[in-house]
């Protein structure tokens, strides 16, 4: 199974995300793991997921995630818009994509 | 729009860089998530003490709506049942930030993260003043526990964190034990050498600050540290500035309340508390030591987040014409009733928008100074009670008053002046859009992205 970790600033906001993001990949049949952590407690799991995107609110936090990630799967963060709309399936398509790669 | 896009790379190169800076730096880090990992403790003593009150005090407003001072003619008397729930948060809350801070250090230096915090809490007593020996028996003074101590308890916690974690690496002070210890012991082992050091190193010091400032450690470093910051929060100046800030850094997309959050504890923390003290030893908030604290920005402007952007939300469906507006409006109510309004901020967008970047700035800080105004005329008592920055609009206030009506109201003022502020840059919102569409190239360039 997948694991998307979602960084973001304390969990509210990207937590409504995430329900989107779950409820566009039950539609399409997809088993997947989402979660949404602050970078702090993100260390812990960082290790066992599949990509990494970040809220675009702690954009400047990507060089600290990179570093954390040291390249072993993919780091992007979410496009403001679609982070703004709660387009779960927009942002879940771009989170398959980086997988793809 | 070329002027926008200038300055808005202009403000990347300098800004970005500064937040970035800000929110990676291991210390202001582990200073900024002992406050939030300690929240939930305090927050939860806060709230027992307004319950307490609301319901038990023969005035409390709950206790009026439900007649309970009629049904229990000795209310009052079960109040003490629950004033000693603050013991156990507040009142030791230098406790828990020293162990946080250590911990948090050695975390991001990769040591042992447990002993780090402990070694933290150790030293924090190493230092502590002595004890009182009275009639026999041995008394530990409070007075640094809590509140007052903050200060003492950062700056422990980091030095201890920065030293456990450094020593604990050196090869030569590690303790080798065989295999066959099991790891539990060996761990304790390595890490023997670098706490004996650092303790000697704080009784000593400790010794000589004692020596040389006979008031002691704690003293000295609440009068020349926490007490000035303390009273540069201490000014309806510094609340809008602090507010201007963090809303500015929303304006590029930044979380803006996480990046000052350090400063703002380090400023509020202690008065904070010093209130819910006078509440837990008084039943009331009027006459709280510290009116002006942060708790006036999140009980007059920050409904909806940061912003304000309930004022913004309400401003759209009352005169907004943009479907994509509306949309983005209806998506963010249900959130933005908790305050929290990352849908709007990026939805709209709020971030670097030329029209709505003037009231973002502009309503919190209004809103500040008419919250202000009404407790320093006494017309409402201070925000003493903490409550949840989640709690929706004008409840805030009510509650954090210890349930003033006219605060209520007030709430209501305030976000109706948000509202008012808001409504003309929707309007102008609306035109920009038809200008746009009507020429193509200048829809393009004002797509602006993250």
């Known amino acids: 199974m997948k694991k998307i970790l979602l960084v973001c600033a304390a969990g509210m906001s990207t937590s409504l995300l995430v329900n989107k993001m779950k409820d566009a990949a039950n539609k399409r049949g997809e088993e997947i793991d989402i979660f949404a952590l602050p970078i702090s407690e993100s260390s812990s799991v960082i290790d066992e997921v599949d990509v990494v995107l970040l809220g675009p609110q702690v954009r400047f936090q990507k060089a600290q995630v990179d570093s954390m990630v040291k390249g072993r799967v993919p780091v992007e963060v979410i496009e403001m818009r679609a982070y703004g709309t709660m387009d779960g399936e927009k942002v879940l398509n771009r989170a398959f994509e980086l997988i793809g790669e | ?187 304790t082992f390595k890490v023997l050498f ?81 209130n819910l003290n006078f509440v837990a030893a008084n039943g009331t908030a009027w006459g709280a030591p510290y009116p002006t604290t942060w708790a006036i920005n999140d009980a007059f402007a920050n409904y909806g987040g940061s912003g304000m952007t309930l004022g913004l939300l309400i401003a759209i469906f009352l005169v907004s014409k943009r479907k994509d507006y509306r949309d983005i409006g209806k998506l963010s109510i249900a959130p933005g009733l908790f305050n929290i309004n990352e849908p709007i901020i990026f939805g709209l967008p709020v971030v670097l928008n030329p029209i709505l970047i003037i009231p973002f700035i502009l309503v919190p800080a209004i809103n500040i100074i008419i919250g202000w105004t009404a407790i320093h005329f006494e017309w409402i008592p201070p925000i003493a009670y903490s409550v949840p920055w989640t709690t929706p609009g004008p409840i805030l206030a009510f509650l954090g008053t210890g349930g003033n009506w006219w605060a209520l109201i007030l709430g209501f003022v305030c976000l109706a002046v948000s509202t008012l502020i808001y409504m003309p840059f929707v309007m102008a919102a609306n035109k920009a859009a038809a200008i746009e569409s009507d020429n193509i190239t200048t829809t393009k360039s004002s797509e602006l992205n993250a």
């Open chain 2, 1 to 187: 729009m070329g002027f926008m896009a200038g300055f808005e790379r202009g403000m990347e190169k300098v800004l970005v860089p500064i937040a970035a800076k800000l929110n990676s730096q291991r210390h202001v880090v582990a200073i900024r998530d002992a406050f939030i990992l300690a929240f939930p403790i305090t927050m939860a003593g806060s709230l027992v003490l307004l319950l307490n009150f609301a319901i038990l005090a023969p005035d409390g407003f709950l206790a009026k709506i439900l007649f309970l001072h009629k049904l229990f003619p000795n209310l009052a008397d079960y109040q003490q049942v629950f004033t000693p729930v603050l013991n156990g948060s507040t009142n030791i809350l230098s406790m828990f930030i020293v162990f946080l801070i250590a911990r948090n250090i050695a975390i991001a230096l990769k040591a042992d993260e447990l002993l780090s915090g402990i070694t933290g809490l150790s030293t924090f007593f190493i230092i502590y003043p002595q004890y009182l020996n009275v009639e026999g028996a041995n008394y530990l003074s409070t007075q640094w526990v809590g509140a007052q101590g903050l200060f003492v308890a950062i700056i422990v916690g980091l030095l201890v964190g920065e030293l456990f974690s450094r020593l604990s690496k050196s090869e030569k002070l590690q303790v080798k034990m065989p295999p066959s210890v099991p790891p539990a012991v060996a761990r």
């Open chain 2, 194 to 274: 670098p706490i004996i050091i650092i303790t000697l190193i704080f009784a000593i010091g400790n010794a000589i600050i004692n020596a040389l400032y006979e008031d002691g450690l704690h003293q000295f470093i609440y009068t020349v540290l926490q007490t000035p910051l303390k009273n540069i929060g201490d000014s309806v100046i510094s609340l809008v500035i602090l507010a201007v800030v963090s809303n500015l850094l929303w304006i590029f997309g930044i979380h803006g309340p996480n990046t000052i959050a350090a400063i703002r504890e380090g400023m509020f923390a202690e008065a904070g508390i010093e």
